[in-house]
């Protein structure tokens, strides 16, 4: 695939930070972590991957906006570009050992996601997307599954731990969601789900309570991958609610549906 070179920009620095993140996931014991809130721990990895990110980026465009999640944003001259960059996505995932985590890159232009990548180290697995360029794996072009039936589908998700989200209503959508589906996976980091269903791997996903540096990089993959996002209600306005569903066109609207039926009354 030919790659622009804001997008190549982006994934050297996707790269460059994850092979930090691949030397502190090898000593994963050895990390120190502290405890940013319930059940959401921050290490020094992760604080270390931003640094590489934010440097990487504004060497390239130095006029460039950049939000990221572990420091304050940088208002940028230029005014219409933001870098928006989650530099651990599945940051439990990557402290616990588990193979799962990524960094995710998007570029906004004007208040629209322009380009994309996402990548976990961990299985050297590069998604990249620019708007109408098309999505791609290792530069191999991926398109979200074709199912068409919820029944033969397996759904990605997002489920509120300690001290995050409402768990009473996410135990009915579940529920609703469960009596549907083929099967119902939740892997723990959003980026990588939403890659997952760019890439067919998953039918479809959807959660709550989630950042714009969650999603950003995973939602232009989607689109550029064939594929349909909204938030909850149907609408665009996925990085004010932080709620996300995405799959293709049908089974993302089958998805919503389910999500919000009524609970039966007893």
Known sequence: ??????????????????????RD????????????GPGDFVSQADF???????EELLKARPTYGFLGEESEEI?????????????????????????????????????????GV???PATDELYTTEKGGGAFLNDRRIRVGARKVLSDCVIGCGVPHLGRGQH???LVELRHVMGEVSGVRRMGAAALDLAYVAAGRLDGFWETGLNIWDIAAGVLLIREAGGFVSDMKGTQDMFETGAVIAGNEYIRKALEE????PVPKA
């Not at 994963?28 to 502290?34: A, F």
């Open 258 to 261: 389910v999500i919000n039926r």
């Open 168 to 170: 009473g209503k996410f």
């Open 118 to 120: 996402i990548f976990n």
């Open 48 to 54: 270390r991957a931003e640094k590489i990110v934010r």
């Open 75 to 115: 208002k940028g001259t230029d005014g219409a570009h933001r870098w928006i960059v989650d530099p651990l996505d599945g940051t439990t995932n990557f402290l616990h050992g588990i193979p799962q985590f990524a960094v995710s890159i998007a570029l906004e232009r004007n208040g629209e996601i322009v380009a």
């Open 25 to 36: 996931f090898g000593e994963v014991q050895n990390l120190q972590v502290s405890v940013k």
């Open 1 to 22: 695939m030919a790659r622009s070179a804001l997008l190549n920009v982006m994934v050297q620095s996707a790269i460059k930070a994850g092979k930090s993140l691949a």
